[in-house]
Nanobody, 120 residues
Framework: QVQLVESGGGLVQAGGSLRLSCAAS????????MGWYRQAPGNQRDLVASIARGGSAKYADSVKGRFSISRDNAKNTVYLQMNSLKPEDTAVYYCNAEVVTSARALLRVWGQGTLVTVSS
């Protein structure tokens, strides 16, 4: 079993900042891809940012220059630093990871989601 637990969501005013964290636990051998997705009401779940094990990161155009993704491989944790937040960033943010388990199975795991609300 592998679990992802997110934290750091909340209510913030436009222009403010939040930092999301996502920690993986369980029978983990290694973690390849880690990423953050978001889903606003009535919308599909979209990729916000992703980071490979070696640190190579990609961002959605809508967050480039404002959000920064990082990871701590020793802690099996990924972070999303969100600056200059806008009301349109309001969504449930989900952590996602591609995990190699101790039994050498390859799993795609989702967190439970954390709500980010940006007020205008």
């Amino acid at each position: 079993q592998v679990q992802l637990v997110e934290s750091g969501g909340g209510l913030v005013q436009a222009g403010g900042s939040l930092r999301l964290s996502c920690a993986a636990s369980g029978s983990i051998s290694s973690i390849n891809f880690m990423g953050w997705y978001r889903q606003a009401p009535g919308n599909q779940r979209d990729l916000v940012a992703s980071i490979a094990r070696g640190g190579s990161a990609k961002y959605a155009d809508s967050v480039k220059g404002r959000f920064s993704i990082s990871r701590d491989n020793a802690k099996n944790t990924v972070y999303l630093q969100m600056n200059s937040l806008k009301p349109e960033d309001t969504a449930v943010y989900y952590c996602n990871a591609e995990v190699v388990t101790s039994a050498r199975a390859l799993l795609r795991v989702w967190g439970q989601g954390t709500l980010v609300t940006v007020s205008s």
